[in-house]
């Protein structure tokens, strides 16, 4: 087995925070347990002691901690604690949160993508860093702030403005026994409510002991907590009210949240597992790629196969794409009920790439014995890494989605495109065909992503009624060219496999050659197109389906001034590196089915005739 399968701890960092009645450092400790599942390398936990934060830190396990914890007990009744998994740093007791001054401690969860420049900035005003992290920026940015006289609650409220990326933040202050502040942008966040108790969590397992009454954050939402409760302001400062709700995360290890199914959730939950799946292979701290050996040297590939089924062969297409463009290396692709059969000749000296979200999915698992059985190497890409094509492959580059419960897969396909855009990156490195500079622009396009999907679905609101409008179909059309392609098919699967409407994807190229066959009033087209050297082309696409009184649904960077067509409704992208396109525009074909699965009453979770893992021909 390769790196991916014997590294531990691939997963999410886990945050948990107790302002109590007593003494919080074994409750912390056992929270922190309870979040032990999102994998970690180091720990620790801080507390307001007699007005003066303290805190014991440790690497590897909890048990590392509790043994720190034996030796120097923290006293405090209120404390925040952490699990790290590495990303910008080693996983050393230095590196590990919390993090702190003498005025604050923070712990953090995700990417602060503008750390460079904050710490410089703050470094330059007399700041003094002791770690590599990230996350340290933070601490001195409210640190600044509260030396400039502004008290805690302002000073986050201040120091918020400044951060870029997507993440989520709890946050003690020495002075302040009965204060913690919670943020949360792109991560999730849980506010637990107790008698006299409040509680802060990743999730409502790690409260799951202490409390049922739980208030999830939602996206920009920041908190202030005292023992009597919780004051929740949106991103607009506003102060405003949030659901409470009973959760069933006790009985159950994943929950829903307050999302109304498991598929909402995991659309939700894309900021944090793509910042997490890239930090796997991102070297955060130096802006490069940091592939793992898939003891094959990646010069000297002379073709990449990839095979998958559904989703994640749309993934390998993508995939395609961005191996033959940015690595110059030739890729075979094809779905692998298809593949298996074929007898396709291998080269000897190949890759083989095989994508699977359970990794159970039986014309995978055969394509890559095939694959074997004719001398190529294995990677597979795998979110369960204990399945059967993880332990059959050669190496396993894990997706770090965390479990998926609904059918239609959503976080998984982002996952899976993002460790292959870094295997892309990789390849093109390997064979001297990708520059520094064009590397860093591409990393850099990546880590920006979680903080983009995080505002795609700030704005959900939109989908709701272009889903109106489609629920009224009976056809729809998706047209993609390029790595838009791939996402217009994946698009209308997402859309047929959950709302039942018939829908297509084609290359917007192939319109003229059939499908256009269809189009009159009553067939909406989902145009995916971004602004990048193909979109005059899929303009001119579009005015074909305009012409034909086809209702366009664009989803587009391009400023409406430069869409030379009439349009029904037009879903205004951020404008970001091409490498980062796909993944973004994957978020509104999620939003889109799902919101027209709603409204059309069907079983979103589990549609009809599917199956999560299809283990059979
Ligand atoms: C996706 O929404 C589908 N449910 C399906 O196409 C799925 O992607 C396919 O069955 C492959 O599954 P796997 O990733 O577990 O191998």
Known sequence: MGWGTERNGIGMCGIVGILGKSTVATNLVDALRRLEYRGYDSAGIATVEDGSLERRRAEGKLRNLE????????????????????THGRPTERNAHPHMTAKVSVVHNGIIENFRALRAELEAKGHVF???????????????????????????REALQHLEGAFALGIIFAGHDDLMIAARKGSPLAIGYGAGEMYLGSDAIALAPFTDTITYLEEGDWAVLTRNGAEIHDLEGAIVERPVVKSVASALL????????????????????????LANYIDMAAGRVNFPDLGIALDSIDRVTISACGTAYYAGLVAKYWIERIARVPVEIDVASE???????????????????????????????????????????????????????????????????GVASTKAFTCQLSVLACLALAIGRARGVLDRDAEAAHVKALTEIPRHVAGIVRHESQFVSIAQELSKARDVLYLGRGTSYPIALEGALKLKEISYLHAEGYAAGELKHGPIALIDDNVPVIVVAPEDDLFDKTISNMQEVAARGGQIILISDAAPHKVACKVAAHIEMPSVGTIATPLLYAVPTQLIAYHTAVIMGTDVDQPRNLAKSVTVE
Request: glycine letters at 6%; aromatic letters at 2%.
């Open 254 to 277: 994943v929950d829903k949240g307050n999302h109304r199914h498991f598929m909402a959730k995991e659309i939700h939950e894309q900021p944090e597992v793509i910042s997490h799946t």
């Open 130 to 156: 002791e770690t590599d992290t990230d996350t340290e920026s933070v601490v001195h940015l409210i640190t600044d702030e509260m030396q400039k006289g502004l008290p805690p609650v302002d000073a986050v």
């Open 67 to 86: 043994r720190r914890l034996n030796d120097e007990p923290l006293a405090g009744r209120t404390g925040i604690g952490h699990t790290r998994w590495a």
């Open 339 to 405: 593949l298996r059969y074929r007898e396709a000749p291998l080269p000897p000296n190949g890759l083989a790439l095989l994508v699977s979200q359970s990794g159970e999915t039986a014309d995978t698992l055969a394509t890559l014995r095939y694959c074997r059985a004719n001398g190529q190497r294995i990677a597979s890409i795998v979110n369960v890494r204990t399945s059967t094509i993880a332990r059959e492959s050669h190496t396993v580059l894990p997706t770090l989605a965390g479990p998926e419960i």
